[in-house]
């Protein structure tokens, strides 16, 4: 009996997290329960095997085309905007508003215009289906209408690249100098411990010679403020004092949320 209680309890986490890391997966997980009989041979590894790929045909070649029927399109990967992860497209977190598409693809454009070699590259965005489902770990990517987009970097030879920090695009900050307002200071002297939190969520680092680029993160910046579609445009205090770019839409976002000096948050 104990036994049996803890076979079905351990399903039910692992719908819930597989829900709440893909949207859909647990859904599919439950589906591939009921479907795969348990008397058929190496019935693991076939359920396993089933599992991944109706997850994967119902991610990439039916999702896209429902998406649109609940107010959600998928972003696609051009020379211009990219996925910083193919991971990202995986779990379903690469989806936004139609209004937001629109406006990431003349932000682009016109950040194009003067880093002809460089893409706007973005990280989370939101899932396919249902306002009010959070993105976890994030507190409001849950509408389709906000997007975290990636800062610009270059290499030790002083070019800009679209090659970023670390593997989720996280947790890799460009931090206050002592000159500077330390916004993180501050909120974590108020007790919000979780202000820094990303620093754990970066998967390892990469590409360690990389330095943050100020020229071209400010024509992003621009950019993006200059979108008329684009109501407010999160990024830490000090950034935003350091690449001198004036605009109402720039916030603060509070201490209750995780400190913006590794990307740009917009909606």
Known sequence: MFKKIAKLVLKLLLFLFLTA???IGGVIYILTELLVKRNIHKYRLKK?????????CITFLIIPHIAPLFGREKIKDTTQIKAHSFVTKFLNRN????????ALEEIANSFHRSNPDIALVYLDASFPFID????LPHLSHNDGKKIDISFIYQD????TTNKKPSISGYGVFESPTQQEYNQTLICKQ???WQYDFTKYTTFGTLNKGLKFSEKATKDLLLAIVKQKQIEKVFIEPH????????STKIRFHGCQAVRHDDHIQLK
């Open 21 to 23: 890391l893909t949207q």
């Open 190 to 192: 108020k007790g919000n």
């Open 48 to 56: 396993t095997a089933i599992f991944l790929i109706t997850y994967v």
């Open 156 to 159: 030790h030879n002083n070019k």
């Open 239 to 246: 950034l935003k004092n350091r690449l001198k770019v004036q």
């Open 95 to 102: 989806y936004v508003h139609p209004e937001l598409y629109t």
């Open 132 to 135: 009010g489902f959070s993105l």
